[in-house]
């Protein structure tokens, strides 16, 4: 794995964990939550080195 | 405040639920291994990262196997599934290694050359991530792949592929694609390490015959066709000549274009001194306007739409309710192989490259493909290697 590619696994990484900070912050909105989770699905799939 | 708790873990559970189902195919299809048994010729099995030490203990390494004759001659190599969703090139590379017997020099396959794109597929054309094929013995199971690598393995992508050496700017997706990467460099991008391992065999080992086996869509004019540049054009259409005369089908040459860096065709013969040849069969699933991509269009080819195309003459090859069937995609490459074998033989006896036991094109339509699979259950200890 090059260097720019294991950046782009940090990357995904930080997204996903502001994806979560912001699902467990969201006190209100179910669509909120929804969105968070739909946008985590490929950022966990990538993580996961599923697809 | 119980009741946000509860939402959230149960929206939670879906997403973790729509995770999995989606993704443990993927992950299964990934690592699914197709047995291969060892022909009576195949002397040794060795890896792409011997010539390129980039690949190793990358999921791009792959098998090389050598078929080594009885009497010294030439080399020639093939090369499959530089595009995994094209399996008839796969499986004549199969046929050849589970078969063929080398009379007069070596023979180097490599039937999964972009091994990461044999592991991908393409979910938004609804690939099947797999195909079955009947045998004498039960039914064998293949990966569908996809054309190019997969971003897991080769990420990310450039804005612009830029090639190398000739620095000509290519589409982005094509940093994927092993038939754009030729020649490779050592420390390139992981799929320019592929080629250039390719390359070095190429180069190291005096290969004197260098054949990329692919399938192509009837809309595209290149297809049904030898891709020749000029160096191997004279054997390329002696050998389309021959087969039309003696085994009735068609096979047109094409000329490898000057200008248009990265190809197989174009590189091998421009960086070695290996004769380049890269055959395509028409293969309708690869077409845009078909019905669903399903096994069963990969395996018979029959399209209602492209049959009406083919009625308004929009295709590139005869097509009708017969469709372009796996079996005369797979014969048509095994036949053209060894007649550009033959070929180059006659012209440079010295250095000739004979097998035997290879099916060719009428033994393919009549007995279909699965016939020259063989069960790698009955087959000796130690020659079955996973591909």
Known sequence: MNLIMLVYYVICAVLLGLCLWNFFREKKSRDDLVLYLLVMVPLVLRLLRWK | MKREVLTKAGLAVLAAALIVAGGLPLLRHRRFDVPVVMGPGVA????????????????????????????????????????????????????????AVVEKGTVYVIPTFNASGGRNTKPGDGYPLYFHLQTDWGTKTFRMGNRDASPLDQWPDPDVYIHYPDRQLLSYIDARNTNRTWPGRPNGLLMERVTYGAMELIRREAVDVAIDIHGAETMFPVTNCI???????????????????????ESHVEPSPVSFRG?????????????????????????????????????????PF????????????????????????????????????RQFGKKNPERSIVLKDVPRYADLVRNGVGRYFHDPAAAPKGRVVME
Do not use: C
């Open chain 2, 44 to 99: 040794r099995v060795e890896r792409l990262s011997a010539y390129a030490p980039g690949v190793a203990r990358t999921i791009a390494d792959t098998n090389v196997f050598v078929l080594e004759g009885r009497e010294p001659g030439g080399k020639a190599v093939l090369l499959a599934n530089t595009h995994a969703n094209e399996p008839e090139g796969l499986l004549a590379a199969l046929v050849v290694v589970e078969n």
């Open chain 2, 227 to 249: 891709v020749a540049p000029e160096k191997s054009m004279r054997i390329a259409t002696l050998a389309a000549l021959t087969v039309k005369a003696a085994e009735g089908f």
């Open chain 2, 263 to 303: 190809l197989s065709h174009r590189e091998i013969g421009d960086h070695a001194s290996a004769l380049p040849f890269l055959l395509e069969a028409p293969t309708p699933f690869l077409d845009q306007p078909t019905g669903p991509k399903t096994e069963k269009l990969l395996l018979d080819g029959r399209d």
């Open chain 2, 306 to 341: 492209l049959l009406s195309l083919a009625k308004k003459k929009m295709l590139f090859v005869p097509y009708d309710e017969s469709g372009w069937p796996l079996e005369k995609r797979v014969g048509q490459h095994l036949s053209l192989i060894l007649e550009i074998l």
